[in-house]
């Protein structure tokens, strides 16, 4: 029987947290499950048991205020959610432990890679993975050919990226900050677009699932599992060159008949939930190889099922 565990979830207030909260509340590793975020104008309130409004990351007692709140609720495990919140911990070298607290996070060179768009085709690049042509905004002083993708260079979803058909449109989305951008080949989704949980253990077990999805409002709002053995070798050659240990999302499309890779979100998704429910269980094999456990395995032949986003109404 696995011991019950006290876990901290940081920033669980949007849509990743909340449903990581769903998972661990029905997991038996899960004595007292704790959440805390910056606002408490969202819904991870009615999902976390112990809930409650902290400092953000930027504030100068942050660090000091919550390894007094670890020690306070004995947490065993802490798990961040926020993507700027992990940067400040991976600037930090704060990946390993925060006070008694274990912490479960992807690992640093995936962290490093996945938190730049730049360095992320860099890196594609460099390890002769297909990568879609990136240039950094500020380095680019006409484009030959459109449509292309402007993106922000460190921002996670699709709030701050746009589909430029003309030099116009481009220096007016980067007239007041060139520097925060970059500009990537525009891949067609004809064939689809694709996000995938990719996981490998510390030992080196690589494990992935492919979703075929559509968009609705920057998430991922309908997907079907599917089987392409391409994108599942490609998954397992980037874990392997990234050093992965722990689990990340990697978003591609096909062109000619190759995929390539056009953003690695170094952290859980926003499809945790759902894979969880096809036994893709990325979040409990992360708690489980962080404690020394062997990994426990309740997929399925899975493919050709389909998720669909919907929402729940909470009142008080």
Not at 163 to 176: A, G, H, S
Not at 214 to 233: A, F, M, P, R
Request: charged fraction near 25%.
């Amino acid at each position: 029987m696995n011991k019950a565990l006290n876990i901290l979830v940081t920033g669980c207030g949007g849509d990743i947290g909340q449903s990581i909260g769903k998972i661990l509340l029905k997991s038996t590793y899960t004595k007292n499950l704790f959440g805390i975020d910056i606002s408490e104008k969202n819904a991870a309130q009615f999902i976390y048991p112990n809930f409650s409004v902290g400092l953000p990351f930027t504030h100068p007692e942050y660090l000091e205020r919550l390894e007094a709140y670890i020690e306070k609720h004995e947490i065993d495990i802490i798990i961040p959610i926020a993507e700027p919140e992990l940067r400040f911990f991976s600037n930090k070298n704060v990946l390993d432990t925060i006070g008694r607290a274990k912490m479960i996070t992807a690992s640093s060179l995936a962290l490093e890679i996945g938190f730049d768009k730049f360095r992320t085709a860099e890196f594609l690049k460099s390890q002769n993975l297909p990568f879609p042509q990136t240039f950094l905004a500020k380095d680019i002083k006409t484009i030959e050919t459109f449509p292309v993708i402007l993106k922000s260079k460190t921002g996670s979803g699709s709030k701050d990226i746009h589909k430029i058909n003309t030099m116009d449109e481009f220096l007016f989305y980067t007239r007041n900050d060139v520097e925060s951008y970059v500009v990537q080949e525009f891949i067609t989704d004809k064939s689809g677009e694709f996000t995938c949980g990719l996981y490998r253990s510390s030992k080196g077990e690589i494990r992935s699932q492919i979703f075929k999805r559509e968009l609705t409002g920057g998430y991922s709002g309908y997907g079907e599992v599917i089987e392409n053995e391409d994108i599942t070798n490609l998954l397992e050659e980037l874990a392997v060159k990234i050093d992965l240990v722990g689990s990340i999302n990697v978003q591609l499309r096909i062109t000619d008949n190759l995929p390539k890779v056009f953003e690695i979100n170094p952290r859980f998704s926003s499809t945790v939930l759902y894979r969880h429910l096809f036994g893709f269980e990325d979040l409990i094999w992360s708690i489980q190889d962080r404690l020394g456990h062997e990994l426990s395995d309740n997929r399925k032949n899975v493919t050709g099922r389909k998720f669909y986003k919907g929402f729940e109404e909470y009142i008080k």
